[in-house]
């Protein structure tokens, strides 16, 4: 009897000393993990991810806000694990120059789930030699979970462009934010002005053959804004369905409601609305309302929504009857109508 006691004593120390053991080992290989990454440890319970108020993709952005950028987040089974990691962009805001892509990118990146650039990187049009890991590295950390994503306006006009994006991924998302071609081509040309103050009057440079009014359309200003020749590039290579077209002036007008449809287009919850808004009458568009921390509200800089320089009316007409085929086939292609008259 005494023999059977010593062997269920011995038994259970055994027991003790293998399950200290697990849990001694389990707990280093997790950090030892997290170290080899080249990131560093913190323990978020999932508790902290189930508070109220936090969306359906909160996870990723609570985890944000408790790590920080680059942290890893692991645990046992009663936690989850988080790396920031940079990817190539799962979204891109394609163009156009002058329709309001940097209101659209200030007011995505209000979003939890939205990791964007801020700068422009021109990777498509003038740094593709580079190669897509120099790409990356350009990108913004970012969480599983939360969408890449970067703007340069150019790539909707740029030739190559399509064919290379699509070589990176055939599933990425593309925002066009299109305008008015007549407003944007004056607005155009009121931004080059504000830096070469001595060009031509715009009159001159719209017109190839003033005698005939034959309109000048490899101008740039004027190029531009030729919607329907740039978006079929696009559409040789990608599906309608992955272009998400913006309004630059519903955007203007009514921004929460364009910033739901983007949202929805990108998978996300609807969290940037009206809320986030307000009417600034001096800049003519709308800014975001003080975010917590800041003494101010955001409003865009100096050089968005400047005062245009004044055309005459019979160039504005003629402008008019030269977009107007174009944007008919743009509503064609699209199946929208944006009422540009």
């Known amino acids: 009897m005494a023999?059977?006691?010593?062997?269920?004593?011995?038994s259970s120390l055994c027991v003790i000393c293998f399950s200290l053991v697990y849990i001694f080992t389990g707990c280093c290989?997790?950090?030892l993990a997290a170290a080899a990454r080249g990131g560093y440890v913190v323990r978020v319970p999932v508790r902290e991810f189930l508070s109220p108020g936090l969306n359906a993709s909160a996870p990723a952005?609570?985890?944000?806000?408790?790590?920080g950028d680059g942290a890893a987040v692991v645990g046992t089974g009663l936690e989850r694990d988080y790396t920031a990691t940079?990817?190539?962009?799962?979204?891109?805001?394609?163009?156009?120059?002058?329709?309001?892509?940097?209101?659209?990118?200030?007011?995505?990146?209000l979003h939890p789930d939205?990791?964007?650039?801020?700068?422009?990187?021109?990777?498509?049009?003038?740094?593709?030699?580079?190669?897509?890991?120099?790409?990356?590295?350009?990108m913004p950390k970012a969480l599983e979970g939360q969408v890449v994503m970067e703007k340069t306006p150019r790539y909707f006009v740029t030739t190559e462009t399509p064919a290379r994006v699509h070589a990176m991924?055939?599933?990425?998302?593309?925002?066009?934010?299109?305008?008015?071609?007549?407003?944007?081509?004056i607005s155009d040309y009121t931004q080059i002005i504000s830096k070469t103050p001595d060009i031509p009057t715009f009159e001159s440079l719209a017109f190839k053959n003033h005698s005939t009014g034959e309109m000048d359309a490899q101008w740039s200003p004027l190029w531009i804004g030729l919607y329907a020749l740039h978006l079929q590039r696009w559409l040789d290579w990608f599906p309608l369905e992955q272009i998400h077209l913006v309004?630059?002036?519903?955007l203007i007008s009514d921004p929460a409601g364009e910033m739901a449809k983007v949202q929805d287009f990108l998978g996300l919850q609807r969290i940037v609305t009206d809320k986030h808004f307000y009417f600034n009458k001096t800049k003519g568009f709308p800014c975001l309302k003080k975010p917590e921390g800041s003494s101010k509200p955001h409003c865009l800089g100096k050089t968005k929504g400047r005062t245009h320089t004044p055309i005459d009316p019979d160039v504005l007409l003629r402008l008019r009857d030269f977009y107007r085929p174009h944007n008919e086939k743009f509503y064609q292609l699209t199946g929208q109508d944006f009422g540009w008259q």
């Not at 023999?3 to 011995?10: G, K, V």
């Not at 952005?61 to 790590?67: I, L």
């Not at 309004?247 to 519903?250: K, M, V, Y």
Request: no cysteine.
């Open 3 to 10: 023999t059977f006691h010593r062997l269920a004593l011995a």
């Open 29 to 31: 290989e997790t950090e």
């Open 61 to 67: 952005a609570a985890a944000a806000a408790a790590a």
């Open 86 to 109: 940079r990817r190539l962009p799962q979204a891109l805001i394609i163009g156009v120059k002058k329709g309001g892509t940097r209101a659209l990118l200030e007011f995505l990146r």
């Open 114 to 138: 939205i990791r964007a650039l801020g700068s422009e990187p021109h990777f498509f049009d003038r740094h593709y030699a580079r190669g897509l890991d120099w790409y990356r590295s350009m």
């Open 169 to 185: 991924s055939r599933q990425v998302k593309l925002i066009v934010v299109v305008r008015d071609p007549v407003t944007r081509a």
């Open 247 to 250: 309004s630059g002036e519903r």
